[in-house]
């Protein structure tokens, strides 16, 4: 059976996140239709972070369509779908969906995403937070969503940057119910 998973890129940094989820899966999931939306602010942030086009990352999804096309099939309940991915999430996407303000396709989508009782996964990805931030996540987590932090563990001993960010989209993967390989699973400590 097809799976319909919507992925949505803001402008925060840690795109990287949000490539490597794509690529992912592709490689773990070919039974999964990726609707992709990547805010204009991304676009840049990915050309900047990571050295790709906005074109060389569509080529990764099914269907893409831009922020501003609030007429796309995902800003819809009736398109049914298993889940969206938020990754990264800005601060002002995380405000937009805690107060129901829809002005582009990502938070239209992430508030159908809630209101149709759908799972939503918001990989927020800023440090420190202040006050407003915690109870825009709190509100979200009320909504129904999964706030995720990209914040990696140590316990499987990552060695490069690519552990770190491949532990993130593992666990989103897990979330998702899409089986992956990308990190060593917490087994109990060892006796060294």
């Given at each position: 059976?097809?799976?319909k ?7 925060a940094?840690?795109?990287i ?18 609707h ?18 906005g ?7 099914d ?8 007429g796309a ?10 889940g ?19 002005d ?8 159908v ?15 420190p ?17 999964i706030?995720?932090?990209a914040?990696?563990?140590?316990y ?5 940057i690519d ?5 993130i989209?593992?666990r ?21």
């Amino acid at each position: 059976m097809m799976r319909k998973i919507v992925v949505g890129i803001t402008g925060a940094s840690g795109v990287i996140y949000g490539v490597r989820f794509l690529e992912t899966v592709r490689k773990y999931s070919t039974n999964t239709e990726i609707h992709l939306v990547m805010s204009n602010t991304a676009i840049n942030i990915i050309k900047h972070e990571v050295g790709l086009d906005g074109e060389s990352l569509s080529r990764l999804a099914d269907r893409v369509y831009g922020e501003d096309e609030l007429g796309a099939p995902i800003a819809s309940g009736s398109f049914k779908h298993d889940g969206m991915v938020i990754i990264p999430c800005s601060m002002k996407t995380l405000a937009s969906i805690a107060h129901g303000i829809t002005d582009n396709l990502i938070s239209r989508a992430a508030d159908v995403t809630l209101k149709e009782r759908r799972k939503l996964i918001l990989v927020i990805r800023e440090t420190p937070l202040n006050l407003v931030h915690i109870k825009n996540m709190e509100l979200v987590t009320l909504a129904g969503a999964i706030v995720m932090p990209a914040a990696p563990a140590f316990y499987n001993k990552p060695r490069t940057i690519d552990d770190m960010v491949n532990f993130i989209v593992g666990r989103v993967l897990d979330l998702l119910g899409i089986e992956n390989e990308l990190y060593r699973r917490w087994g109990g400590y060892s006796e060294e």
